[in-house]
């Protein structure tokens, strides 16, 4: 199947009048939030959802939901830090509180045009507003489609070790020349 580029497809600020009965995922959990939560929590100004659809047929293929965080620093990424001299006990980050493609169109490259999305929101929350030197994330272990692998592939870093349930991971915005938009 062919990827799909950012041409092809449309993001729009999650609203009342979307329907979003029809998006299916092996993650149930995701489709509960999507269907149950998103909106709720929107309202309550805790994270934002964007829903991404195939401009050609309207379909939903995605959807990404952010919020503000920090990150901690400890152990290694502490070092590295105070080596630049950045002696701060946590730096501020956007999260991506929630990420999940339809299960029709897997591999085709929506997952990371939802990832260069966040990036760009981050800079953009950057160059015009506030501090943002990361994206963070809690990466779902799914023992059958370890969604660690996609992240690493656009250039994550694991936070903490973790095997089963989610993995804490980062991306840093300075200098991150595997993953550019
Ligand atoms: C993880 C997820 C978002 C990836 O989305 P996607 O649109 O299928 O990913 P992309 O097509 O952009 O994949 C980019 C690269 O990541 C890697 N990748 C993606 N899914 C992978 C998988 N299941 N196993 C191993 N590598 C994977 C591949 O290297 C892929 O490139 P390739 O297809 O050319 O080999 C998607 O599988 C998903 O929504 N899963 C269910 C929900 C979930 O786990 N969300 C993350 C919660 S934190």
Redesign the pocket.
């Known amino acids: 199947m062919d ?1 799909i580029t950012s041409e092809q497809l449309r993001i729009e600020r999650m609203q009342e009048h979307h329907d979003v009965q029809s998006f299916r ?3 149930q959990e ?1 489709v509960s939030f999507l269907v149950e939560d998103a909106l709720d929590n929107q309202n309550s100004r805790i994270s934002v959802t964007y829903l991404l659809f195939l401009e050609a047929t309207g379909e939903l293929v ?1 959807y990404i939901t952010l919020l503000n965080d920090r990150i901690n620093l400890e152990g290694n990424l502490k070092d590295v830090f105070h080596r630049k001299g950045i002696l701060y006990h946590s730096l501020p980050a956007l999260k ?1 509180g ?4 339809n299960d029709k ?10 990832l260069a999305f966040a990036v760009k929101i981050a800079n953009h929350i950057f160059s015009e507003y506030a501090g943002c030197r990361f994206i963070v ?4 272990r ?1 023992p059958q ?3 660690i ?2 992240y690493k ?1 656009i250039g994550f870093e694991m936070l903490k070790e973790r095997k089963k349930g ?1 993995t804490p991971m980062y991306l840093d915005l300075v200098n991150n020349v595997k993953f550019s938009i």
């Open positions: 990827k995922s092996y993650e995701l995605g991506i929630r990420l999940c493609v169109f897997l591999r085709r490259g929506i997952g990371t045009q939802m994330l809690d990466a779902k799914n489609n370890d969604s692998h996609f592939k989610t």
